[in-house]
């Protein structure tokens, strides 16, 4: 963008020499934008009317510019520069695609008044239509729709033959596009660059007040205007249909371009989503890693606190059994008895050191630092009770 600085006069011969779409065109600024610079600086603008009679050469006659007690600052517009930034403009991603299947000769853009070799999910749309036994609810009178496992499809029983056509000359396009059509259960999905968008086909409904002496009701009666709903989301939704100026038949280019934009959208934004989960999962397992390597070291630092514990409570029990059986020597009191029970202490508490950690079958499976807990006598009765 190049900056430029123009004149209050300046401006206003722009503005009654070019209409502001095509001044909004050359500069960085909308035509609603320019209108309010011009409201701004007291500058008239063109009543509406304006360009058409410049165009068949009618004679028009120009506002003057009247003078102005504000103060005023010059005008600064971006003008576009550089063949890119005009393509942008005027050709938005919408208006070039559908530019692009307009003008393909290959591509089937018209619904044929009859139907030339159905597509196979038309025939059997068809045949389900036909011999359904399906039977409208007291609110919708007279829409029918077809059953599970078929195009979605929901109108009334005439305009069945016009709702067919539609879809078999939409199912053609799509596929001559590359794309696809699948059915799944109840709902019905064009497949666009492997994104899955729902479609169904269907016919307005006019609401109808229907008064009774207790109450009032609605009954939705068919209204003659057929139309496509595309769902992809909470937010990319669109409905085309019968108009004054054009049926929906008519708008197949309309349909395949917004289709095909919108199955780009959720692609990018499905990529963004998986290199966004990607991330995030690969930073969790980093803090999981280094969480992980936390409890170890504590772990192992809590182990060595209890091995120390168990180390003073084993020498302090050796210690013991020492003195004891000293004691019971000066007195002659070393019994054959207490001979087997100073054997068993001594298996004990080399069991017990964690040093030596001897192998007691009858103490498989006991954590020995639980020992230490403050629950300990507990736990020896349940092994000797």
Not at 193 to 210: A, G, H, L, P, Y
Not at 282 to 302: C, F
Request: hydrophobic letters at 35%; one cysteine or more.
């Amino acid at each position: 963008m190049k900056s430029k600085t123009i004149s209050r006069k300046e401006l206003y011969e722009l503005v009654w020499t070019t209409p502001l779409t095509q001044l909004a065109k050359q500069y960085n600024i909308s035509d609603n934008g320019l209108r309010k610079i011009c409201i701004k600086h007291e500058i008239p603008l063109p009543k509406a009317g304006h360009w058409s009679k410049v165009k068949f050469g009618k004679k028009v006659a120009r506002t003057p510019l009247k003078k102005t007690e504000k103060k005023l600052d010059d005008i600064k517009l971006y003008e576009r520069t550089g063949k890119n930034d005009k393509k942008a403009h005027f050709n938005s991603k919408y208006s070039a695609l559908k530019n692009e299947i307009v003008n393909d000769p290959s591509l089937p853009l018209s619904v044929p008044t009859k139907m030339y070799k159905p597509d196979i999910l038309v025939q059997k749309a068809k045949s389900d239509l036909a011999t359904s036994n399906y039977q409208p609810n007291h609110q919708y009178q007279d829409i029918i729709h077809t059953t599970k496992g078929y195009l979605n499809i929901e109108v009334s029983k005439k305009m069945v033959p016009r709702a067919l056509r539609f879809m078999n000359a939409l199912i053609k396009l799509l596929r001559k596009r590359g794309h696809d059509i699948e059915i799944d259960g109840y709902s019905t999905y064009a497949i666009v660059f492997d994104e899955k968008i729902n479609i169904r086909c269907r016919e307005k409904s006019k609401r109808v007040m229907v008064k009774s002496d207790r109450w009032t009701n609605y009954e939705y009666h068919a209204s003659d205007i057929l139309m496509l709903k595309m769902e992809a989301d909470y937010i990319l939704r669109k409905d085309w249909a019968d108009s004054k100026n054009e049926l929906l038949e008519e708008q197949l280019a309309k349909i395949l371009t917004k289709l095909e934009l919108t199955a780009k959208q959720l692609k990018k934004e499905r990529i963004e989503r998986e290199e966004w989960l990607k991330k995030f999962q690969e930073e969790q397992k980093i803090k999981q890693e280094l969480q992980d390597r936390k409890d170890k070291e504590l772990k192992s630092l809590k182990s060595l606190f209890k091995d120390m514990k168990r180390h003073e409570m084993t020498v302090r029990l050796r210690s013991y059994v020492e003195e004891f059986k000293s004691h019971k020597e000066s007195n002659g009191e070393l019994t054959e008895d207490l001979l087997l029970w100073l054997e068993w202490a001594n298996e004990k508490i080399e069991w017990f050191d964690p040093m030596i950690e001897r192998e007691v079958p009858l103490l498989e499976g006991v954590e020995r630092n639980s020992l230490m807990e403050d629950n300990q006598h507990e736990r020896l009765k349940r092994f000797y009770p």
